[in-house]
């Protein structure tokens, strides 16, 4: 057991740390501008061209095959020089890695894991959310294409994508979890509209509504059999709800550090419970890097995900949350009065607790599926 | 980087565990079995694990790291283990600093209050108190010299139970005297100590969350209420759904802890074990809290384990200092709160 660096690993870490000094674009927090969104897809480009991105995928779809350990190093060197996190597509990736044929694989996960392609993903619709599967977005077969109606929402980067993964109902007449499937779908094309859904927290490049109408999607961009849609979305989102697949600890680490900073700086407008605020978000911070260390280790042994998630999914939000709550203090004592970053920060973690599953979803997800209690 | 246990040290876990869960009490009575607490005890001993600590062949190394201590303390406390353990592996491990083979105390003393290791004539020896007595007949102490520590052993009176039912106190009986042949502490010494005495007490801590889940879990899944199992309830589901994220969250913290101590330099580990003792403190009196809330009445009665475990939870959280002294030192390795004096 070692939480240090193999020499390997130090010296992926010595090179990555130079390539940082040079290339960082210096961007703000993804969750308080839109200058972020608008410079993800560079920054995705610039991250893999260098061999920084998709480190942990197999080199058969434009990965390196390195452990996931690896993912650790560049988010915690991400998060030392103050760059923004890996834009998070890895669940996508994974979905498509494990449920897709060997074509559709080919066809689509070069350009996800190099950038050139933008993905969203359009699962939630209005009358479906935490109860995915009464989603009622259809697919039709019409000779080589399927035709698609339906409306989607909250789908982050609907604006900058490419291609959308949705998932549709082919067979209307099957039980709501057996009659789904999953297409990949260019957004540039007549039947397809998007339009920006504004944030609690101004920003309008987070997410967006989408509406399917007539929309067309070649048969063989169907990824996963008929009908597996179900059981891709559920790999989807159990992807989604680990720490390690995302760079958002990172994100925390980074912010934590500011904030920090910024008391230092004005200790007296710091009272002893403001101070207690931030000492529990530097302590879950912590908790979190060495928890994801442990986590992405336990990957060696070939597990990649399960169940499991969920706890994370917890225990990231938790931390964020108390990250953001001691932004607030910073928000009033350092009003930054254009943007006010510290109080966007704070509204963008309500939504940690929604994203990828409630928390109230990963608690019985735990309940029933950890510790073996009855469904509810 | 791999956190990964080892298969060796997975046995052990594994054996400990086995070990605990034949010979610990399985409900509260069984805390009066003088029987099985003494065949605990021998089990315990022939094990080895009090003397983890105890130098190897090989000179400065204990017998075992930091994450084989840790291992067996979360898996005693998981069971309720009422032998002692953590006193003498910690006893065990000062002397070994002090470059000793051995040592006669087979615990060690605190301050009153149980926050600070006891420095005599600093702290007032009437005052200090020897935790994880039971079996003890004398405790280590500290006294301050030119360039450091020396180390003392004062003999305990008879052991007594307090909040902690698996684990006694013992009030110190003598005025403190030299160990022979024990070389002076250094500050880093005592800094490196304290960061493995931090670490196993978040381990504890650990166990005795995920005892406490455990034990909720077991509860929800036969009590019927409403004509079925109250654990299909959703809101006792999210209960216990948090309980075992707390535990989780600390586990990760108390592993690197453990890990720390062996490897960081002292200041560096002290950090690693008070970010541990700070969030396992916190989350071990919520654990324990909700384990009682999961048993409704029966959870406020002395039958139930509920309030064994938050009693360990409370002793081993008081023990060097709970979460508000470890946030606090925190704070002040942030530059957050004046100087961490004290705060070890
Ligand atoms: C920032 C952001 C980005 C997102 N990005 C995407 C995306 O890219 N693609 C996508 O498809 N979706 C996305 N979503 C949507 C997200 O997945 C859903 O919002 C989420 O699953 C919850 O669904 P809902 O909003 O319909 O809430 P509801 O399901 O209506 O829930 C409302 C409340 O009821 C509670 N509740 C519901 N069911 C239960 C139950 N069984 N037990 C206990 N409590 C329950 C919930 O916890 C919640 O508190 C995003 C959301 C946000 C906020």
Redesign the interface.
């Given at each position: 057991m070692d939480y240090g660096d193999s020499p390997a690993e130090a010296q992926f870490r010595s090179g990555l740390r130079a390539w940082l000094a040079e290339n960082n674009p210096g961007l703000p927090a993804s969750s308080t501008s839109d200058e972020y969104w608008a410079g993800q897809a560079p920054w995705h480009r610039a991250l893999y061209d260098a061999g920084y991105f998709g480190i942990s995928w197999p080199e058969s779809v434009g990965g390196r095959g390195l452990p996931s350990v690896y993912d650790v190093i560049l988010d915690e060197e991400l998060a030392a020089a103050g760059a923004p996190p890996r834009p998070s597509v890895g669940y996508l990736v994974q979905g498509i890695l494990r449920h897709a044929g060997d074509d559709v694989r080919q066809r689509f996960l070069p350009g996800i894991v190099s950038g050139r392609e933008r993905w969203c993903q359009g699962f939630s619709e209005p009358d479906a959310g935490s109860d995915l599967a009464v989603l009622r977005t259809r697919a039709d077969r019409d000779g080589d294409d399927y035709v698609i109606n339906g409306h989607k929402v909250w789908t982050s980067y609907s604006d900058q994508a490419d291609w959308c993964l949705v998932l549709a109902r082919t067979d209307q007449d099957a039980p709501k979890h057996k009659g789904i499937s999953a297409f990949a779908v260019r957004m540039d094309q007549p039947g397809v509209q998007q339009r920006p859904l504004r944030m609690i927290n101004g920003i309008t490049r987070e997410f967006g509504e989408v509406t399917f109408d007539g929309a067309r999607a070649r048969a063989v961009d169907m990824v996963g059999e008929p009908g597996e849609g179900w059981r891709l979305a559920m790999t989807v989102v159990s992807h989604e709800r680990e720490p390690g697949e995302l760079g958002f600890v990172s994100r925390y680490a980074k912010a934590v550090k500011e904030l920090a900073q910024l008391a230092r700086e004005d200790r007296a407008a710091y009272t002893e419970e403001d101070l207690h605020t931030l000492g529990w978000a530097l302590v879950g911070t912590e908790m979190l890097r060495l928890h994801v260390r442990r986590r992405l280790s336990d990957r060696l042994d070939g597990i990649t995900h399960g169940p499991e998630g969920s706890v994370d999914k917890v225990l990231m939000t938790q931390v964020e949350q108390q990250v953001a709550h001691a932004a607030l203090k910073a928000s009033r004592v350092h009003p930054d009065h254009e943007e006010d970053t510290w109080m966007k920060m704070y509204l963008y973690s309500r939504a940690q607790s929604v994203m990828g599953g409630t928390a109230q979803i990963q608690r019985n997800l735990i309940a029933t599926r950890i510790l073996g209690l009855p469904p509810s | 980087?791999?956190?990964?246990?080892?298969p060796e040290?997975v046995a052990l876990k594994e054996t400990a565990r086995k070990l605990a869960q034949t010979l610990c009490p399985g409900n509260v009575s069984d805390l009066d079995d003088t029987e099985r607490a003494a065949k605990l005890d021998a089990a315990v001993t022939s094990s080895g694990w009090r003397q983890l600590r105890l130098p190897d062949d090989e000179p400065g190394t204990p017998l075992a790291s930091g994450?084989e201590a840790a291992i067996v303390a979360e898996e005693l406390a998981r069971a309720l283990a009422d032998t002692s353990y953590l006193g003498p592996l910690l006893a065990g491990d000062l002397a070994r600093r002090a470059g000793l083979e051995d040592v006669d105390a087979t615990t060690f003393a605190l301050t009153s209050d149980l926050a600070h290791l006891a420095r005599v004539p600093t702290s007032d020896a009437a005052e200090t108190v020897a935790v994880d007595a039971g079996g003890s007949a004398s405790a280590l102490v500290l006294e301050p010299s030119r360039n450091g520590y020396e180390l003392r052993t004062v003999e305990l009176r008879p052991s007594v139970i307090r909040t902690d039912l698996t684990r006694p106190l013992a009030g110190v009986a003598t005025a403190p005297v030299p160990v022979e042949g024990a070389a002076e502490l250094s500050e880093d010494d005592v800094t490196a100590w304290t960061a493995l005495a931090l670490a196993m007490l978040s381990a504890d801590l650990v166990g005795v969350m995920r005892g406490a889940?455990e034990l909720a879990?077991d509860y929800?899944?036969v009590r019927e209420q409403y004509g079925?199992?109250i654990?299909?309830?959703?809101a006792?589901?999210?209960l216990?759904?948090?309980a075992?994220?707390a535990a989780?969250?600390s586990?990760?913290?108390a592993?690197?802890a453990a890990?720390?101590a062996d490897?960081l330099t002292p200041r560096e580990a002290l950090l690693a074990a008070r970010?541990a003792k700070?969030?396992s403190s916190r989350a071990a009196l919520t654990v324990c809290e909700t384990a009682i809330q999961v048993h409704g009445g029966i959870g406020n009665t002395w039958e139930c384990m509920a309030h064994v475990y938050l009693r360990r939870g409370l002793h081993s959280s008081d023990i060097l200092g709970g979460a508000g002294a470890s946030?606090?030192f925190?704070?002040a390795q942030?530059?957050?709160?004046g100087g961490d004096d004290g705060l070890r």
């Open positions: - | 980087m791999d956190v990964r246990l080892s040290q994450v889940v879990r929800a899944l079925t199992t654990g299909s309830f959703q006792v589901q999210h216990i759904a948090e075992h994220v989780e969250g586990y990760s913290l592993l690197h890990w720390a490897v970010h700070a969030f946030l606090a925190v704070l942030h530059g957050l709160k």
